[in-house]
Nanobody, 115 residues
Framework: QVQLVESGGGLVQPGGSLRLSCAASGSFFSIYTMGWYRQAPGKQRELVATITSGGSTNYADSVKGRFTISRDNAKNTVYLQMNSLKPEDTAVYYC?????????WGEGTLVTVSS
């Protein structure tokens, strides 16, 4: 069982930066994959980035070079550093974890990019 809690969302100007955090808690030994998805108004939820316990990362093409995902395995916490933010990055960002073949989701944190 895994519980995920996101933090760090908010309002930021275009070109600005924001860092999201997600802490996993519950009864588990370790989490293989953690990451972030996002859902913009009127759009489907889409992958942003994932990272394995070994440090392998995957990014959506739309965020490559701007976003960086990292994790602290000891704390089971994943981070998303978002730089050069664009209005189209505006969305609810959801923390994600895969553990023993099951998917877990946080409740989401809103990121709004606007001047």
């Amino acid at each position: 069982q895994v519980q995920l809690v996101e933090s760090g969302g908010g309002l930021v100007q275009p070109g600005g930066s924001l860092r999201l955090s997600c802490a996993a808690s519950g009864s588990f030994f370790s989490i293989y994959t953690m990451g972030w998805y996002r859902q913009a108004p009127g759009k489907q939820r889409e992958l942003v980035a994932t990272i394995t316990s070994g440090g392998s990362t995957n990014y959506a093409d739309s965020v490559k070079g701007r976003f960086t995902i990292s994790r602290d395995n000891a704390k089971n916490t994943v981070y998303l550093q978002m730089n050069s933010l664009k209005p189209e990055d505006t969305a609810v960002y959801y923390c994600y974890a895969r553990y023993v073949g099951l998917d877990y989701w946080g409740e989401g944190t809103l990121v709004t990019v606007s001047s």
